[in-house]
């Protein structure tokens, strides 16, 4: 290949890189490792980038006692748990999750992170108050008109967020999510 063709090949897909990131929505920057974290003004949203293979994502997010919040999910590229892509209804993996009945044996429920939830179901938490404030999705109030979920924070404290699984199974997790968080009250 000719010089002048590598560098007209190079100077598109530096133009289309460029031209993808000014395209993409703008995001909040947060520091999400950072403690504690930012919080929320009345109204105010957050787009986070949720992966499952996370085993606690610290969404920096700071949320404060008795607020409410609501949050939508899109998940963009498919969740899989090892081998397992659908739950028992045959549906595509979402945050619901899947039902132990998919586990080849019984016992192996007792392994995951939370037994009263799916597995894979997606789980809210704020590590500061964390055996009070643990929630999944299924005990949360669902709008279906805006689909979205709402929830009040237990604690001043940032919310963290995983699929429920075993410790030490988050490597065979795939699937990523985009999660907008606003605060109602
Ligand atoms: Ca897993």
């Not at 949050?71 to 739950?87: H, K, P, Q």
């Amino acid at each position: 290949m000719r010089r002048s063709t590598i560098l007209t090949i190079a100077g598109i897909s530096a133009a289309s890189i460029l031209l993808l990131a000014a395209c993409e929505a703008p995001r909040v920057n947060l520091f999400r490792y950072s403690e504690p974290g930012t919080p929320l003004a009345l109204g105010d949203e957050v787009k986070l980038d949720f992966f499952t293979n996370e085993m606690s994502f610290n969404t920096g997010v700071l949320l404060e006692a008795g607020a409410g919040y609501a949050f939508n999910i899109a998940i963009l590229s498919a969740w899989i748990d090892r081998d397992v892509d659908t739950n028992e209804t045959g549906e595509k993996l979402d945050e619901r999750g899947f039902d132990n009945s998919l586990m080849p044996y019984d016992w192996v429920g007792y392994l995951r992170r939370s037994r009263d939830h799916n597995w894979f179901e997606l789980m809210l938490h704020q590590p500061s108050c964390a055996r009070a404030s643990l929630i999944g999705v299924s005990d949360l109030e669902f709008d279906e008109e805006s689909g979205s979920y709402g929830f009040v924070a237990t604690c001043d404290g940032n919310l963290a967020l995983f699929v429920n699984d075993s410790v030490g199974f988050y490597g065979n997790n795939v699937g990523y999510a985009n999660i907008s968080l606003t605060r109602l009250h």
